[in-house]
């Protein structure tokens, strides 16, 4: 697994939604910063964080591992 790669894919997917980090966190009830630095590959989110991302952004998990 690449963390900046998914990084830039979390950022896009947020982008294309038009969602701010703040907003992102909001709705997956965590901290903005911690958007923040898995956008910025410093932290990664865990498999049940992947799971609810890729459930809101309608994408299969794969496709943000990879």
């Known amino acids: 697994m690449?963390?900046?790669k998914i990084g830039i894919f979390i950022k896009q997917l947020?982008?294309?939604k038009g969602l701010t980090q703040e907003q992102?966190?909001?709705?997956?009830?965590i901290a903005g910063r911690t958007?923040?630095?898995?956008?910025t590959a410093?932290?990664?989110?865990?498999?049940?964080m992947?799971?609810?991302i890729a459930d809101f952004f309608d994408v299969?998990?794969?496709e943000i591992l990879n």
């Open 35 to 39: 958007v923040s630095r898995w956008e």
């Open 50 to 52: 992947i799971i609810q």
């Open 14 to 16: 947020r982008k294309e």
């Open 60 to 62: 299969e998990v794969k």
């Open 2 to 4: 690449d963390m900046k």
């Open 24 to 29: 992102l966190a909001e709705v997956l009830g």
């Open 42 to 48: 410093s932290n990664m989110p865990d498999l049940s």
